[in-house]
C-alpha cells in the first residue's frame, strides 16, 4: 500500500525558509520520477517541481525558479521541497506525488501572511 508522510509546513514570514519532506513508502521510490504540487484557497492545485528517478533531472513552475530547491534521498525514500525568499502567494497546501500515478500525500500547510 502506497503511503506518504508529509512534514514542515508552518508559518512563515516573508522572506523566511522552509523545507518540505515527504517520505514514501509500499512501492520502489528510486525508480520513479515524484514532485510537489500546491493548492492555494480557491484556485486548482499546481505543480511546483518535479525531479527524476536518479535526481539528474529536474523542472520547476516559472514563479518559483531561483527560490525553491527539490532533492531527494533514494536511500531513505524522501523528497524535499527546500524553499526560500517565501512571499504570501506561496501560501497552499503543498502536497508530494508519485510521477504518472494518482499518488498524493496527504499534504502539508504553508502560509506566509502579507
Known amino acids: 500500500q502506497v503511503h506518504f508522510v508529509e512534514s514542515g509546513g508552518g508559518l512563515v514570514q516573508p522572506g523566511g525558509s522552509l523545507t518540505l519532506s515527504c517520505t514514501a513508502s509500499g512501492f520502489p521510490f528510486s525508480m520513479y520520477s515524484m514532485s510537489w504540487h500546491r493548492q492555494a484557497p480557491g484556485k486548482e492545485r499546481e505543480l511546483v517541481a518535479r525531479i527524476s528517478s536518479g535526481g539528474s533531472s529536474i523542472n520547476y513552475a516559472d514563479d518559483v525558479k531561483g527560490r525553491f530547491t527539490i532533492s531527494r534521498n533514494n536511500a531513505e525514500n524522501t523528497v524535499f521541497l527546500h524553499m526560500s525568499n517565501l512571499r504570501p502567494e506561496d501560501t497552499a497546501v503543498y502536497y508530494c506525488?508519485?510521477?504518472?500515478?494518482?499518488?498524493w500525500g496527504q499534504g502539508t500547510q504553508v502560509t506566509v501572511p502579507s
Open positions: 506525488k508519485r510521477h504518472a500515478t494518482a499518488d
